[in-house]
């Protein structure tokens, strides 16, 4: 950093320290006195706003007795207050409504298309772990393990597999697994019970200097709820032998200090011929309290435990032949368990009105055990080709994050400084042949793995009237340690490496009903450990450039419009294959393409979204007849309509499109796309709430997952490279019936 920017910084705090007298602080809260954080406060005079903190807290500068103040949430009545004192702090209480897009304000900052997933919550809320995912705009998933593995993720032209190039988080605990046994960045989320979800802070691209590891294509922090305003009693029965029951209980319910405990179990064989024999277990508490008027903490602790079977991923060919059904399977004994416990520390203390520090420290416990068999008898004519792949893990670390706001005269703003430490410990990795989960045959990979992230960034934000600069900048240190224990004498192997990540943001708010933006940044992810070892240490953090062109608008008061157009660029890497244990070098890849979204109120009772995306994306340094990105989606698009009546009745209709797609290099192989309709209904009556959903409406034929394989059946003496799939659930209904009190 230089002198001249050090002056600067220096200078801005001074300011910021003597800051005009004509400030007015206030506090925000529903009629039971609970804080409303993220509420816009406008000045109708001249133009100024803020919006309010974790607290509930505000501070507007320039403010004039007499000045009219314009409070606004998308889940409050919009509310105008006379200001008639600048000494004495403003309390002003909402009311909660139903959604209304007419309350949106499109804020000056870099998270503004939050606003958009703020819309789907409320409109659509989430039923089931699988649709926690897809409540991100323009992001697809696949499930093919029976549903006990976590999702297979695309975006923005991405097939992220399990997570290699999207940071997850919940309530900033990290989700993606670095190093893990069956794939980097491995992300299961089946740990957070859909309905005590509360908001989603989502951003595509590498543009965020809070966000470190595996943010190129975007980021994912699903928050959970601080409160529950009562307690339910949910039970869930569908086809396949399915059933569900939930039970979420409020411990705690005061003005400063609240608790509760959720739980659910899940159950279901399947639509396979094989029954899955799925079953989750999950218990999750929170504990919120507001030890003082600055200071607050929070207590979160949860435990997940699942097991399944899997019918696999099928060839095309043994369905066409007619030796198996599209649910059938050539390997049932498939399938795995898994656990995680989780427990997150927060102490958050605001310094001043102007300044705040955020604290976390979390630690989980993790295990591992995956069963698989993908080429059949290609490796093995006689035994199969079964693999495991396991671990157990303790993960744990810290996040401290400093904020300070300040203004001027002529311009304002506020800046914000964090540190981060993350250490994963992960004892007896590995892969293994094995044969019907009982007898290990050869171990391909086994060994402990020991990685430390140390990250540091800052942020900094300059509001001139209708412009928001955002210049940050990242940096990230890893020490990676491999014991392999397939070597004849004991030794641990290491690396290290650090990586520079700058980010540069141009934001432009015409009104509070359009933003135009313009991102860039760098990102990256990191490699899997053993990778890092077999490379001796090159290009170990492969980066990602990025920038995105686009706006948010809202051109009448029931309709929000966000269109980008962007591009990323992806260094060389080394890409360690999970499933085979192998180390695969991919050269440099390039994407671009357009992102749509839509939200549209015509009524008070009706509401429609669209997201789409199209994306064109190639390997950079290949022919063009072989420079295709395998699996790569170059066209998406989810839409729906919802309807919430003031008399009880809601319901929805939804459509995911997925388009034809390479499954290989030159485009000989093709996954087929698809268009699935989902449907719910419900009507709340009472303390009583009655549900049916419908899965593939139209009972189509679709394939969830699918990739090109080589493989050979038992019966064959050449093996044959095509399409090898998990078939999409078909017409798939389930009631359910909820009690609240």
């Given amino acids: 950093m230089t002198t001249n920017t050090i002056y600067v910084f220096i200078t801005v705090l001074l300011i910021s320290l003597g800051a005009s007298a ?5 506090l925000l809260t529903d009629p039971f006195e609970v804080p409303i954080p993220e509420a816009q406060i406008h000045n109708q005079q001249n133009k100024k706003h803020t919006h309010s903190d974790d607290f509930g807290k505000f501070l507007l500068e320039n403010v004039s007795v007499g000045d009219t103040l314009r409070i606004s949430h998308i889940s409050y009545q919009t509310k105008y207050v006379v200001v008639s004192s600048l000494t004495e702090e403003l309390h002003i209480f909402l009311e909660k409504k139903a959604i209304s897009l007419n309350e949106i304000v499109i804020r000056p900052k870099l998270d503004a298309l939050n606003l958009i997933s703020d819309i789907d919550i409320q409109t659509n809320p989430v039923n089931s772990s699988q649709e926690i995912l897809q409540q991100v705009p323009g992001l697809f998933i696949g499930q093919h393990a029976g549903g006990g593995k976590a999702e297979q993720i695309f975006l923005r032209g991405f097939d992220i597999d399990h997570g290699t190039d999207i940071t997850i988080t919940a309530d900033g605990i990290p989700v993606n697994m670095v190093s893990h046994a069956h794939g980097q960045g491995y992300a299961d989320l089946h740990f957070i019970i859909p309905e005590t979800l509360d908001k989603i802070d989502f951003g595509k691209g590498p543009y965020y200097a809070n966000q470190g590891n595996f943010n190129t294509a975007g980021y994912v922090d699903f928050k959970t709820k601080k409160r529950l305003t009562e307690s339910t009693i949910k039970l869930e029965a569908g086809q396949f032998d399915t059933y569900r029951m939930l039970g979420m209980f409020n411990v705690l319910n005061t003005l400063n200090h609240t608790a509760y405990i959720a739980t659910e179990y899940l159950a279901t064989d399947g639509p396979f011929e094989s029954p899955q024999n799925f079953n989750r277990f999950n218990i999750f508490g929170k504990y919120t309290g507001n030890i003082s ?10 435990h997940f435990e699942s097991t399944w079977d899997a019918s696999g991923q099928i060839p095309v060919r043994a369905v066409n032949s007619g030796l198996i059904s599209r649910f059938g399977a050539i390997d049932d004994t498939e ?14 203390k605001e310094l001043s009105p102007e300044s705040s520090i955020k ?18 008898f290609l490796e093995d004519p006689i035994n199969g080709d079964q693999i495991k792949q396991q671990e157990d893990r303790t993960l744990f670390g810290l996040k401290s994050e400093y904020s300070r706001a300040f203004t001027s005269t002529s311009f304002k703003g506020g800046w914000n400084a964090g540190i981060s430490l993350r250490k994963d410990q992960s004892k007896n990795n590995e892969l293994s042949r094995t044969l019907n989960r009982r007898e290990t045959l050869e171990n391909i990979q086994f060994g402990d793995i020991d990685e430390t992230n140390i990250g540091a960034y800052i942020n900094v934000n300059f509001e001139f009237g209708k412009w928001t600069i955002n210049p940050a900048i990242r940096l990230d240190y890893f020490d990676f340690k491999y014991n392999d224990f397939l070597q004849t004498t004991y030794e641990t192997q290491s690396q290290n490496e650090a990586i520079l990540s700058p980010k540069l943001n141009f934001l432009y708010n015409y009104s509070d009903n359009f933003q135009a933006y313009v991102k860039m940044g760098k990102g990256f992810h990191s490699n899997d450990t053993r990778v890092v070892i077999a490379q001796n240490g090159k290009e170990i953090l492969p980066a990602a450039y990025g920038f995105d062109i686009g706006y948010i608008w809202k051109p009448i008061p029931e309709l929000v419009v966000n269109t980008a157009y962007w591009q990323l660029y ?6 360690y294959v999970g499933d085979a244990g192998i180390v695969e070098p991919s050269g440099k890849t390039r994407r671009q393409g357009i992102d749509l979204s839509v939200r549209y109120q015509p009524f008070q009772w009706l509401f429609w979204n669209v997201d789409t995306n199209y994306t064109h994306a190639r390997a950079t340094e290949e022919p063009d007849n072989a420079n295709y990105i395998p699996l790569a989606p170059d066209f998406t698009l989810s839409s729906g309509l919802n309807v919430k009546f003031q008399n009880g009745f809601f319901g929805g209709i939804n459509l995911r499109h997925l388009k034809d797609r390479p499954a290989n290099e030159d485009n000989s192989i093709n996954a087929e796309g698809y268009s699935v309709f989902d449907m719910n209904l419900g009507y709340n009556w009472k303390k009583l709430s009655f549900g049916i959903q419908i899965q593939n409406l139209f009972d189509t034929e679709w394939n969830e997952t699918q990739f090109a394989t080589e493989s050979r059946l038992q019966n064959e003496t050449q093996s044959v490279e095509e399409i090898h799939f998990t078939p999409g659930t078909p017409f798939f209904m389930k009631a359910s019936i909820a009690y609240r009190f």
């Fill in 22 to 26: 004509q400030s007015l602080s206030g």
């Fill in 570 to 575: 992806l260094e060389q890497e080394f890409v």
């Fill in 359 to 376: 604290n976390s420290f979390f630690y989980s416990k993790y295990d591992f055990k995956l069963y698989s068999n993908f080429t059949f």
């Fill in 293 to 302: 008027e600055t200071d607050k903490i929070g207590v979160t602790v949860s």
């Fill in 335 to 348: 399938g795995g368990t898994t656990s995680r416990t989780n427990f997150l520390l927060n102490y958050d």
